[in-house]
């Protein structure tokens, strides 16, 4: 059955944190509305209001300071995909927008909106990961940062309070760092990720990995770090037996994580396929 929200649009940052303060338990920020109106169409969407935060000029733009690359929470996905800033400082970023659902959706989509939906196959988040994103969540109290893998509680579900906004992502700059972004879905564009997967790496003149960053998505309940994957890789030479015991473990961190379901014999398979299409320009 289709709800009938009521709908709100705040001139400023303060009326909506202000409206946040009195009604948040019972309302949804709409953005891009890429996930709000299917769910509004279906009739999932429960929140007594809308709170239209599309024009908000503290949620646009993307800089470089010292603290870092600041994405806003409003920017596009086609706006990300276009910047030259992101492009030289976040190319795994880059190209995890590149086959984000279709150009329609990429020009009204947000980044905000990709991680605030929390969903385990949002193709932004891994990419995130691995330069070790922070959010920037804003309340009528003030503002807090927070690591955004500590962002997540489970699918679909974040720890953005009631009474909070996504204001934008800082993320740390790849410096020449090798980075990359692969998924699997059913096609190559209009498909949700069926398994996603980023790397920071920082290979060294004697070939061995220096600084390695892993982050899969659709594979855990919430896309994550593989640490242990990290942890295994860093100071060894990337020659092929290095690469493919990796992937072992990968399989075996992302079962150990999720246990044993009815799609765990492809996802083993799948996973181990996708850590060594992205770790293959540094295999020796």
Known sequence: ???????????????????LK??????????GGTDVMVDLRAGKLKSEYLLDISR???????????????????????????????????????????????PQIRNVATIGGNVGNASPSADTVPPLLVHEARAVLASENGERTVALANLFEGPYRSGIRPDELLIRFILEPADGRFTDFQKIGRRKALAISRMSMALLADP???????????????????????????????????????VEAGSRLMAEEMVRITGRRPSTEYKEKAVQGLFLRILAPLVE
């Open 22 to 31: 009195t009604h948040g338990i019972d309302t949804r920020p709409l953005a």
């Open 56 to 102: 908000l000029k503290e949620l646009q733009g993307i800089g470089l300071s010292k603290d870092g690359l600041s994405i806003g929470a409003g920017v596009t996905i086609s706006e990300i995909y276009n910047s030259p800033l992101v492009a030289k400082n976040a190319p795994s970023l880059i190209k995890s927008c590149a086959f984000f659902g279709s």
């Open 1 to 19: 059955m289709l709800t009938h929200p009521a709908y709100a649009r705040p001139e400023t940052l303060y009326e909506a944190l202000l409206f």
């Open 204 to 242: 060294k003149e004697d070939g061995t990995l220096g600084t390695v960053r892993l982050a899969l998505g659709s594979g855990t309940p919430t896309p994550m770090r593989m640490e242990a994957v990290e942890a295994f890789l860093k100071g060894k030479r990337a020659d092929r037996q290095t």
